[in-house]
């Protein structure tokens, strides 16, 4: 049986699909046989992402309405022969998605698949909610900014509703915090809301906090999932993540400013 | 940052004020947000049949509804006016 995990985060452009293909690489890379599903239905993005968009034949809506089998529709990574892909359709609208198709869908890729990761759009419609209906685990994606942390506990309240472990009375989805585009200079400052207060706020367990980093467009623009770049900051606390996740002990990083005297004196980076 | 902006703090900081915000919200929004959807519709008919034998304002009345746990529990509250001849 595989694990099923949503990311989510309510709001648009907080990171939802570079974490989707960073945690999916993460997890093939370690040694798990992992998909990547993206549920953004008409504006799919994930396929860019991982720089796979050229490979696109067949989608998961072909797969759900039965015009292609999923080992057709599934794109295998070109950086790791674990990790496999499944593009949302860009030409249907979001009402193509059926619960049934979605279930049938999960179900089959349980059978081969360690991890499967559900990449949600934006907002609570129907694929954010048929990403979220299957889940055992959610990351919830969130930026140390106030609509994004509302939104985030917005999500949580249809998490812990709106699910199928919530209506079979079973254990509940399992919550990480993952704080993105995180700026220590700016929590110093008293410019941005700190771990601790969005924390304290959403009172969720922190999976890890992703700094704002220049490697993340790096990463797309080149169609590379940025965990990849093992140099980069934003690459290293997402290994920091998976790892969490597999249940390793890695301490916290990327929290507090690092930038000494003459690094603030001078400005930069 | 420059060599400026490290002699000037600002007074308030944003951040303290966006927290403040968002817990009052967020604490705001979770209670409506767990209630029923026949919460609000329950309330006014309730007001509409009190208000056929007792003079209430519209205001004199709440329905709260509580999760705690496996239990639900919804309070009414009604607050009849003190003087007597408003009453029927």
New interface residues.
């Given amino acids: 049986m595989a694990r099923i995990i949503v990311v989510t985060s309510g709001k648009g452009g907080v990171g939802k699909t570079t974490t989707s293909a960073a945690i999916a690489m993460g997890l093939a890379k370690k040694g798990h046989k992992t998909a990547v599903i993206d549920f953004d239905v008409g504006l799919r993005n994930l396929d860019l992402i991982m720089g796979c968009e050229r490979r696109v034949v067949y989608d998961f809506i072909n797969v759900i309405n039965g015009e292609a089998s999923l080992n057709q529709a599934l794109i295998k990574d070109k950086n790791c022969n674990l990790l496999y892909i499944l593009a949302a359709s860009q030409t249907r609208d979001k009402d193509a998605l059926s619960q049934e198709g979605v279930g049938k869908v999960l179900d089959d890729l349980s059978k081969d698949f360690k991890y499967i990761i559900c990449d949600s759009p934006a907002g609570i419609e129907r694929g954010a909610h048929l990403a979220m209906y299957f889940a055992d685990d959610a990351f919830v994606v969130t930026n140390p900014?106030?609509s994004s942390?509302?939104d985030s506990?917005?999500m949580l309240?249809i998490l812990s509703s709106k699910s199928r472990r919530a209506e079979q009375n079973k254990e509940p989805i399992k919550e990480y915090l993952l704080l993105t585009r995180y700026s220590p200079?700016r929590?110093k400052?008293?410019?941005?809301?700190?771990v601790d207060?969005v924390q304290?706020?959403?009172s969720l367990h922190l999976l890890g906090v992703i700094p704002e980093s220049k490697s993340v467009l790096n990463a797309s623009n080149s169609g590379i999932p940025v965990i990849l770049d093992e140099k980069s900051d934003a690459g290293q606390a997402y290994a920091d993540i998976v790892a969490r996740y597999l249940g390793e002990n890695k301490p916290h990083r990327f929290i507090d400013d690092k930038k000494g005297f003459f690094g603030?004196?001078?400005?930069g980076k | 940052?420059?060599?400026l902006d490290?002699f000037k703090?600002?007074k308030t900081?944003?951040?303290?004020l966006?927290?403040e915000?968002?817990?009052i919200?967020?604490a705001h929004?979770?209670v409506s947000?767990?209630q029923p959807m026949y919460l609000p519709q329950l309330q006014k008919e309730l007001l509409d049949v009190i208000q056929k034998y007792v003079h209430v304002d519209k205001d004199a009345i709440s329905v709260k509804f509580e999760q705690d746990g496996n239990q639900e529990t919804l309070e009414l509250n009604i607050m009849l006016p003190d003087d007597t001849t408003k009453r029927f």
């Avoid at chain 1, 603030?264 to 400005?267: A, I, M, N, R, S």
């Avoid at chain 2, 900081?13 to 303290?16: G, K, M």
Wanted: glycine share 6%.
């Fill in positions: 900014e106030v942390v509302r506990d917005r309240g200079e929590v400052l008293g410019e941005m809301l700190s207060d304290e706020i959403l603030k004196l001078f400005g | 940052m420059s060599l490290y703090t600002s900081s944003s951040a303290s966006a927290k915000r968002l817990q919200l967020v929004e979770r947000n767990n």
